[in-house]
């Protein structure tokens, strides 16, 4: 009957698998509607290329440049030909094709580095790509390309040499218009820190200035594991620092300092350019706490001692168009009580058989509940702000059955005194006055976690104790053949 009640509860007004939090639209891969991929045949009757003022529309005929300086470009009547859509340094967002393209032939004033960009120079979405030669490329040639690196303008960075020929294909993002504006030629003035072969050398806890607006990407850091975060690892736009440590203990480096950069930041040992797999912490979102200035900020907590050095690699989320100057903070960090909100609550009522025996023998050593059908125990924890005032607090289970529905549950009484009563193939921690929380649907890896306030869901005030668990299904593998479980208990305080 308590089976039969708990479902009932599950099935009659619960919400289906809600959409997680993703990330700013300049992120997305569907940020943009259109799905062009495939280049637009050329319609001229005559066989002529259109002239047009500010580039031409066919690179058979491209418009001839030179030196450094403002450039206008006109794409109003251009088509979108053949050449220069497949590239695949080109493929941003679901397509490497450049619409409405005109044409330039540069030749180069002498040996150094050269910028090309659009910022601030058009309101037009642009795409651009950089060829060796006079002639139309063919593909594979390609020496640089970009979509978006402000804003929806575009800038390169590529080496010239002197009286050589170079072709600019000035175009849009696939499915938007062409416009008009300029396009800017000037030799690249690197920053002092953009290699990790000479980083900027900073030291003792403080606030340290950085520059990303004229940033390259290296190789160096940009397959960390710790740097997982929305379907990459890579840093873009990355800068450089040595810093020293004037203290022992764990350090707090923080870009939650007023920056509106979408930062992501590592660290490694040493001063030295790091090696794949040698990074001490590495962060993209700060989550914990959140940041109110911004939330894409970074943060990242590590092990330091006095007088040691640590390689900081600071950039942006990929593809990000917040590339600017800002400030980052290194503080040491020290937890007073009630401050580490990460994690505001304590687990109990583990399945390990250190209280009441699972019910088939089916016990857990990963901390979570009773074993399921895939030999774990589905786990439950918490982290952000348990506050009325300010509730961040999300509950996330881990060690689920993978799309098979869990109730977030909350109840007043640790039951048994904390131990437990044997429920379905599990144990039943939370009673007393129970609330039905949220209803979620595990992904693949069988996690899941609230996406709801639970403070106003839940009834809470300041200073009530309350205990949480996740009771879920397990169809298929059931060890004891009731056909659904739960996580260990987590209790939380709630502060004002």
Not at 91 to 100: E, H, M, P, Q, V
Request: proline share 5%; glycine share 14%; hydrophobic share 30%.
């Amino acid at each position: 009957m308590r089976f039969a009640l708990l479902a009932a509860l599950l099935l009659c007004g619960g919400d289906t698998a809600a959409a997680q939090q993703q990330k700013p639209g300049s992120k997305q891969l569907f940020k943009r509607s259109s799905s062009v991929n495939a280049p637009v045949t050329r319609g001229l009757s005559t066989g002529s290329q259109a002239l047009m003022a500010g580039g031409r529309d066919d690179c058979s005929s491209p418009e001839a440049i030179s030196g450094v300086g403002l450039f206008s470009f006109d794409q109003t009547g251009a088509t979108t030909g053949a050449e220069g859509q497949n590239e695949y340094a080109c493929y941003a967002f679901g397509s490497s094709a450049i619409d409405n393209d005109v044409w330039f032939s540069w030749t180069c004033p002498a040996n150094d580095t050269y910028q090309l960009e659009t910022c601030n120079l058009t309101s037009t979405d642009t795409k651009v790509a950089v060829y060796p030669g006079s002639t139309c490329p063919t593909t594979g040639t390609l020496l640089v390309c970009n979509d978006d690196y402000c804003a929806l303008q575009s800038q390169v960075t590529f080496a010239g040499t002197a009286g050589s020929t170079y072709m600019l294909q000035i175009g849009t993002f696939p499915g938007t218009a062409g416009g008009t504006g300029s396009f800017d030629l000037s030799v690249f003035q690197p920053l002092s820190n953009d290699e990790c072969t000479s980083p900027a050398a900073i030291s003792g806890a403080g606030s340290f200035p950085f520059d990303l607006t004229t940033a390259t990407v290296g190789i160096e850091g940009q397959a960390e594991l710790l740097c997982t975060a929305n379907g990459g690892t890579v840093i873009d736009f990355d800068v450089w620092f040595a810093w020293t440590s004037d203290f022992t203990g764990t350090a707090r480096l923080s870009t939650c300092t007023g920056n509106q950069i979408d930062s992501k930041v590592a660290v490694y040992p040493g001063s030295a350019c790091p090696t794949f797999g040698s990074s001490l912490a590495c962060n993209d979102d700060v989550q914990c706490p959140s940041c109110p200035s911004y939330p894409f900020s970074s943060q990242i907590d590590w092990d330091v001692t006095t007088g040691s050095t640590y390689l900081i690699q600071l950039g942006t989320f990929p593809a990000s168009s917040t590339a600017a100057a800002g400030t980052f903070t290194i503080t040491p960090y020290t937890c007073e009580p009630l401050c580490e909100i990460c994690n505001p609550g304590d687990s109990y009522c583990a399945g390990d058989g250190s209280g009441t025996s699972c019910p088939c023998g089916n016990t857990s050593s990963n901390g979570g509940g009773c074993a399921n059908g895939s030999g774990a125990g589905g786990t439950l924890n918490g982290e952000g702000v348990a506050s009325i005032s300010s509730d961040t607090l999300v509950l996330s289970s881990t060690d689920l059955l993978p799309n098979q529905p869990c109730l977030f549950f909350q109840g007043n009484n640790a039951v048994n005194s904390g131990s437990g009563v044997i429920f379905g193939d599990g144990l039943r921690c939370a009673g007393g006055g129970v609330v039905r929380l949220e209803v979620r649907f595990p992904d693949s890896s069988g996690s899941a976690q609230t996406s709801l306030g639970i403070a106003a869901i839940g009834g809470c005030a300041a200073g009530d104790l309350k205990r949480y668990q996740s009771w879920y299904r397990d169809p298929n593998l059931s060890p004891c053949g009731a056909g659904f479980n739960l996580t260990n208990g987590y209790e939380v305080t709630w502060q004002p």
